[in-house]
């Protein structure tokens, strides 16, 4: 079961601001480590921690995680919302899991998916 996950960027302000308007996220407490960083919660569990790391590009060639993806409902309305925060994103459709999919990029680069079961899947012609 995962617990959570942490997100290094060298953008941390902006990552937080970033994710706080976009998913249901909210900072909360933090243990006093000796480094900065935020704890974002969704309810009462901290699922997304973020920390300082370097501006260099991710050598894709080493393991690495390729992208987080969270489940949210409500496709369309935020499909709408994206496109009013001026956020780019893709699209994917799988009819035959019933999802539909959201791809975006953070400030940093880190790659987002959202998942949504939430409504009628368009068939692929």
Do not use: C, N
Request: aromatic share 10%; hydrophobic share 40%.
């Amino acid at each position: 079961m995962l617990d959570h996950v942490t997100l290094r960027t060298h953008d941390l302000e902006g990552t937080r601001a970033f994710l706080e308007a976009l998913l249901p996220l909210r900072p909360g407490p933090r243990p006093d480590f000796p480094f900065p960083g935020y704890w974002l919660y969704a309810g009462d569990e901290p699922v997304v921690h973020l920390i300082p790391g370097g501006p260099g590009p991710v050598d894709r060639r080493g393991e690495a995680i390729d992208h987080v993806a969270f489940r949210l409902t409500g496709y369309e309305a935020f499909r709408q919302k994206l496109e009013g925060l001026g956020v780019a994103y893709s699209r994917m459709d799988l009819p035959e899991l019933g999802e539909r999919r959201l791809f975006v990029r953070t400030p940093a680069g880190i790659l987002l998916e959202l998942v949504f079961r939430d409504g009628a899947v368009p068939a692929h012609p």
